[in-house]
């Protein structure tokens, strides 16, 4: 489906195009963007989309990134996310000019707040937060004033320092702008500015019980950081405005804030709050889980940052809102695998063959490439002997048209190894299939001149005295549904019963020489990565994605 596109020089694309023009016109020199996660979950798919394109616009032009802490909410936040928000970054393959933390302007946005209130453009309010809704209007109908909008410098002043000192409970009080209770735009009716939470912070302790709201908190932290183009999600457009009424009334430094479409992926969810909820209820193994849609989760799974980099530069920036196909994001993911991962063999559901004219407790080497998208990966050895395993799959005791695998009377090359016939067969009571049995042709060893011998079906084996037995986990999609991000919908409630199967396969040898987060292609099976927790003892494979995109042939079919 994918394989059509073309990968061009692409045109700039319209944040590329505004930070272009503001170089040429000479408003910057140098830019400044910033990435600002919220430290209160692991980063996913979405968010690398973000990554990609703040690092990357500093990439292709002058300038540098900042990874900004937004850490201004107490009590959702962590330092576990801390840390490992910084190490997907990295992983994927960016470097940030500046580690920084809002938290740590708590002091200057304090005093923000006391330069508008001195300008008598914020006020404290007693107001509960029933009374400040009730009195907002609607988008039709203007606000009302607060009965407290009018109070004094002076006793806005002496109330917002008791605030912060402590003097009043949760909820109890907030700090106001003082803007325009029948504006247009319902964020600029008299915005909340400051509100009262007695909390520990993951950094300043108990050195605050009053905290900013994120409208006075994001802007005022890029301005801090002279942000020349701050880049956020399509939903904080009506924040702009306020966004610039705070930074010209505090006459600071003049971000500039410019919004781009999130992206959703299909069959999946990309929200924190939502992600969190699977792994404190238990639908997945933790954030890394192979089937999350977390940084964590696909790097455990599989996935590798050029993959995922690659993805994030096809989807590109759009202005409006999308769903991304999670075919793009496999596709991307093969592409890459190709051309990097060692092939082994593996079988996955065990038949044995025996190949009766083959000498018993013999062992015979045989050769085949790691890679043959890359010579230089070199060949292998494989053990052959006279019991073999083959896929169940790949024998039929009476052949359907256009089968080219095993059948009596049919031949087959053995990846790497001979070509055999089948004589015969053996079936238990039940009438199972339980062992083949066959004969090899002399002198067809691959690479020998085998001229003359019509064999169309090439089968992936291991032989029986040398297989290794692996824990193979295949995982599937998280959810059984394309569409999962309406709020009407209980998301959990369709999740695929069947995004996780474990079962024993059985490997040549060579697997075995492996580290946890290596990648090889299975033949014929997909591609498979060496779990967090893999061991030469008790070796785990996760399956990164199929060979074939096996969803869209199904959905052609039907
Ligand atoms: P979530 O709803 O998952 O918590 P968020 O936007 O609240 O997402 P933040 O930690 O605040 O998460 O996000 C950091 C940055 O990543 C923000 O600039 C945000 O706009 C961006 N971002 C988050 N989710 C997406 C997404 N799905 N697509 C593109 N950008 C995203
Ligand atoms: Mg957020």
């Known amino acids: 489906m994918f394989t059509e596109e073309k990968k061009e020089e692409k045109s700039l694309n319209f944040l590329e195009e505004i930070v272009e023009a503001d170089l040429q016109s000479g408003k910057y020199t140098q830019i400044i963007t910033r990435f600002p996660p919220e430290p209160n979950g692991y980063l996913h798919i979405g968010h690398a989309s973000s990554i990609c394109l703040n690092f990357g616009l500093t990439k292709k032009f002058p300038g540098y990134t900042n990874l900004r802490f937004d850490d201004t909410n107490p009590v959702t936040e962590d330092t576990e996310y801390v840390e490992s928000i910084k190490n997907d970054i990295r992983w994927l393959g960016f470097e940030w000019e500046h580690e920084l933390y809002a938290s740590d302007y708590f002091d200057i946005l304090y005093n923000f707040a006391l330069t508008l209130i001195t300008k008598g453009l914020a006020y404290v309010d007693d107001s509960t937060s029933d009374e400040i809704a009730a009195l907002k209007g609607t988008p039709t109908e203007p606000g009302k004033n607060s009965p407290f909008r009018d109070r004094t410098v002076e006793e806005n002043l002496v109330l917002f320092e008791r605030m912060k000192n402590g003097e009043f409970p949760d909820g109890s009080l907030t700090l106001r702008a003082k803007i325009d209770m029948a504006h247009m735009n319902m964020l600029m009716r008299d915005p909340i500015l400051y509100r009262i939470k007695h909390a520990h912070h993951h950094r300043t302790g108990n050195n605050w019980c009053i905290y900013p709201m994120y409208d006075f908190a994001h802007g005022q932290s890029d301005s801090i950081e002279t942000v020349t183009h701050s880049i956020c999600t399509l939903e904080f457009a009506p924040h702009r405005e306020l966004y610039d009424w705070i930074i010209e009334k505090l006459e600071i430094y003049p971000s500039r804030q410019y919004e781009f479409a999130r992206r959703n992926l299909n069959y999946t969810v990309t929200s924190k709050r939502k992600l969190l909820q699977l792994v404190q209820e238990g639908y997945v193994n933790g954030w890394d889980d192979p089937r999350m849609p977390t940084l964590s989760g696909m790097r455990r799974r599989g996935y590798t940052p050029e993959s995922i980099r690659d993805f994030c530069d096809r989807i590109g920036v759009a202005r409006r809102e999308n769903m991304i196909d999670v075919g793009l994001l496999e596709f991307c993911v093969r592409e890459d695998l190709n051309k990097k991962a060692l092939r082994r063999m593996v079988v996955l559901d065990p038949l044995k063959v025996v190949i009766t004219n083959f000498p018993e407790g013999v062992t015979e080497m045989c050769h085949s490439e790691n890679n043959p998208e890359d010579i230089a990966a070199g060949v292998r050895e494989i053990p052959f002997s006279r019991e073999i395993l083959i896929e ?37 009571e039940s009438g199972e299939i339980t062992e083949v049995r066959c004969s090899f042709i002399e002198n067809s060893k691959s690479g020998q001149d085998t001229t003359g011998i019509n064999v169309k079906g090439t089968l992936h084996w291991v032989s029986a005295a040398h297989a290794a037995p692996v824990e193979i986990r295949l995982y599937d999609r998280l959810f059984s549904v394309e569409d999962v991000s309406s709020e009407e919908l209980d998301f959990k409630e369709y999740l695929n019963p069947d995004s996780l199967h474990v079962i024993t396969g059985y490997a040549e040898p060579a697997l075995l020489d492996s580290n946890p987060g290596d990648s090889f292609q299975f033949l014929r099976k997909g591609y498979f990565a060496a779990d967090a927790e893999s061991t030469a003892e008790k070796p785990v494979f996760n399956r990164t994605v199929t060979l074939r995109d096996n969803w869209a042939k199904a959905s052609e079919s039907k």
């Open 392 to 428: 169940k799959e790949d024998f039929m005791e009476i052949p359907a048209k256009k089968y080219f695998r095993l059948a009596p009377g049919k031949m087959v090359r053995l990846k790497g190894a001979y070509i055999i016939q089948c004589d015969d067969f053996v079936k238990n």
